[in-house]
């Protein structure tokens, strides 16, 4: 069972270019989310959502859109990358016995020079 | 104002020490709170839920209180394997700055 798959796990940008970070998770779970965490904070919801062909933004979505045409699939664009996108950034999922469990993927770090 | 904050620490304690964890939060209409373990540049891993009647998971208890808008955490007899850094969360959306502990041999 492979859970939430992110890739890739690094990746250096130069100002200005775009590229889409991919998640995908196996458990047929509804709710996904984006978060990026800045070096010695917390995590900081970029974009979610709550099923198929349904997102919303969340506290910090400027500078990136979010597609969800399946249930597994949730990647998140980056179109224009400036400096400030440097990050840490995660997708999880939301699953459990009590469904309020996140599972994260194993993180994409990204730096744009 | 932030949703969610904490005390970022860092707390060093010696092995078999108790150590506590606090955090508060600003929205009253929050509805569900829990405590993420992560190690370093790794992902957050649940610890614990937290509830309001408070709620046990071995050395570790957890607490919520309502009324004052905070959630807890404590720690019983301290390993070195709990030196990670410890965030709150609130509604799986907002994510304390995260608090910092090193167990000292």
């Known amino acids: 069972n492979a859970g939430v798959t992110q890739t890739p796990k690094f990746r250096i940008l130069k100002i200005g270019q775009s590229m889409t970070l991919q998640c995908a998770q196996d458990m047929n779970h509804n709710y996904m989310y984006w978060y990026r965490q800045d070096p010695g904070m917390g995590l900081k919801l970029i974009y979610y959502?709550?099923?198929?062909?349904?997102?919303d933004k969340g506290e910090v979505p400027n500078g990136y859109n979010v597609s969800r045409s399946t249930t597994e699939d949730f990647p998140l664009r980056l179109e224009l990358a400036a400096p400030s996108q440097t990050s840490v950034y995660f997708c999880?999922?939301?699953?459990?016995?009590?469904?309020?469990?996140?599972?994260f993927g194993s993180g994409t770090q990204l730096s744009v020079l | 104002r932030k949703e969610v904050e904490q005390d970022p620490g860092p707390f060093n304690v010696p092995e078999g020490a108790t150590v506590a964890f606090n955090c508060t939060y600003s929205?009253?209409?929050?509805?569900?709170f829990f405590w993420y373990r992560q190690d370093c540049r790794k992902e957050p891993k649940l610890l614990m839920s937290?509830?309001?009647s408070g709620n046990e998971d071995g050395r570790f208890t957890a607490q919520l209180n309502r009324a004052s808008q905070y959630i807890s955490l404590l720690i019983r007899d301290s390993k070195l394997s709990d030196s990670a850094t410890y965030l709150c969360?609130?509604?799986?959306?907002?994510f304390g700055t995260g608090t910092s502990l090193t167990v000292i041999p």
């Open positions: 929205n009253s209409a929050s509805q569900s």
């Open positions: 959502s709550v099923g198929a062909g349904i997102t």
């Open positions: 937290v509830y309001s």
């Open positions: 999880a999922s939301v699953g459990g016995a009590t469904n309020e469990k996140l599972f």
């Open positions: 969360v609130g509604d799986q959306f907002y």
